[in-house]
């Protein structure tokens, strides 16, 4: 199974350019649904997502998991971890506390957000559900709970092959072993 090392200072650099670009608060869905359809895009184009998150079919979409569970405060209890020094949940809005900047990004990337900031920025966080709904052909319907998204099933459907699903298995495994041994020490 593919999986790529969550990394929360990238993600919440992401996360903060699209609370930017809404000036400075976003529904938390809406900011869910941007943030799967930017690594859902980087992994068609470069063969690994902007977040390294892991997903999940929750009932309203595709949900970054590890992501959702920062928002929702279940990651850190005492709020201590990169994310929550930027950025805070208030009712259904994320709201940016000061700028993390973008230092983690790649220009490409950049460019990338801002794609898909310019494609679904202006939709709500209602339309986005049905967005995700229409154009994730990996998510599938939970009932009242989630059922995770493998990323291998996200390359099917963005018509990767086989061989280049085993090609991006191995290189994830091996990123994920480079970030271990450098944080590791």
Known sequence: MIAFAFNEVKTTQVAAFFIKK?????????????LY????EAL?????????????????GPVLSNTYDLINYRQDPQNKSYW???ISKKSYDVALKK???????????????????????HKSWGKMIDICHDCCPE?????????PIRIED?????????????????????????DFILTAN
């Open 44 to 60: 068609f184009r470069w063969e690994r997502p902007l977040t390294g998150d892991s997903y999940v079919s929750m009932p309203k």
């Open 99 to 121: 700028d993390p900047g973008v230092d983690e990004l790649s220009k490409r990337e950049i460019d990338l957000i801002e794609e898909i900031q310019g494609k679904y920025g």
């Open 37 to 40: 359809l930017a690594d859902r």
């Open 154 to 178: 996200i390359l099917k459907e963005l018509k990767k092959s086989e061989k280049e699903i085993e090609i991006i298995d191995e290189e994830a495994s091996n990123l994920r072993y480079f």
């Open 22 to 34: 809404h000036g400075g608060k976003i529904n938390y869905t809406k900011l869910i649904k941007l």
């Open 84 to 86: 929550y020094k930027f």
């Open 139 to 147: 998510w599938q319907h939970p009932g009242k709970t989630s059922i």
